[in-house]
């Protein structure tokens, strides 16, 4: 298909790597089933770190209601070869400031990642939700922590702070900055 976003996804069965053709997008009413299973995934994934009991129904469970309204909370999806690869929840800025936006979850399936294409779904959210931006990660994600400081780089030529947040309701590292896109 001409014209779609592509990235190079190595194969691991034959360690060639491959083409694929990948599309980042808000959540549509129909996603929400799909995002709610792959957040399931993200907190089992982040389970060592992240302090969560299961429900009655063995589940973590997260609350997409304000999400799905897409009012000043949203989802984004990332799909590749049209199958569902990954998303990201914004919500408005809440840790360090006031006004613009939060980066709430993010995740990429274990089998697409170190294909770029997280930091293809980390552009689209930004150039949907211009402005003021943090970016939070837990103290022991260290991955996570590597991850946003090359991407928020890449896509702010390296004007961004880091401040530590050992107060209040959620702790850790948090990138702030201000996406406008490129003139």
């Keep these: 298909m001409r014209g779609q976003p592509t990235s190079i996804l190595p ?24 995002v709610g299973r792959m957040l399931e995934l993200y907190q089992y994934e982040l389970s060592d770190i992240w302090d969560q009991e299961l429900d009655a129904n063995g589940e973590y469970g997260y609350d997409l209601t304000r999400h799905m309204e897409g009012k000043r909370f949203f989802a984004h999806v990332l799909l590749v070869d049209e199958h569902f690869a990954g998303f990201a929840l914004v919500a408005p800025a809440m840790v360090t400031r006031k006004d613009g936006f939060w980066m709430e979850q993010f995740f990429i399936l274990r089998k697409y990642r170190r294909a770029d294409l997280g930091t293809a779904l980390a552009r689209h959210v930004f150039q949907s939700h211009t402005g003021p931006w943090e970016v939070g990660q837990m103290p022991r994600n260290l991955s996570a922590q590597a991850f946003w400081r090359k991407v928020i780089a890449s896509l702010t030529d390296g004007r961004f702070t880091e401040v530590q947040v050992t107060r209040g309701w959620w702790k850790g590292v948090v990138q702030r900055f201000s996406y406008e896109p490129a003139a």
Excluded: K
């Excluded at 083409?19 to 799909?34: G, K, L, N, P, S």
């Design 11 to 34: 194969d691991l069965q034959s360690m060639e790597r491959t083409e694929v053709i990948h599309v980042c997008r808000i959540a549509r009413t129909e996603d929400f089933a799909a």
